[in-house]
């Protein structure tokens, strides 16, 4: 979900750890760069580590829909 409301990084942060920690999805506001350095591994490690679940799930929803359908208003 996207928020409206931009936040400023610290324009000292280089660009490419920016790049990384995004890609990694590493919120970086308020973090130091090793803060960001450390959490980048620590991000993309816990990824991997869930990764069977994350498709299991996708693989349960493509088959049964959302479990929550029924209590839809539209």
């Known amino acids: 979900m996207a928020d409206d409301t931009r936040r400023t990084v610290d324009p000292d942060l280089d660009p490419a750890l920016i790049r990384a920690a995004r890609a990694a999805g590493v919120?970086?506001?308020g973090r130091s760069a090793e803060e960001i350095r450390a959490a980048i591994p620590r991000a993309k490690a816990w990824r991997e580590a869930n990764r069977a679940a994350f498709e299991a799930w996708d693989e349960w929803y493509l088959k049964n829909g959302s479990p929550l359908d029924?209590?839809?208003?539209?």
């Open 27 to 29: 919120r970086i506001v």
């Open 70 to 74: 029924k209590y839809r208003q539209f």
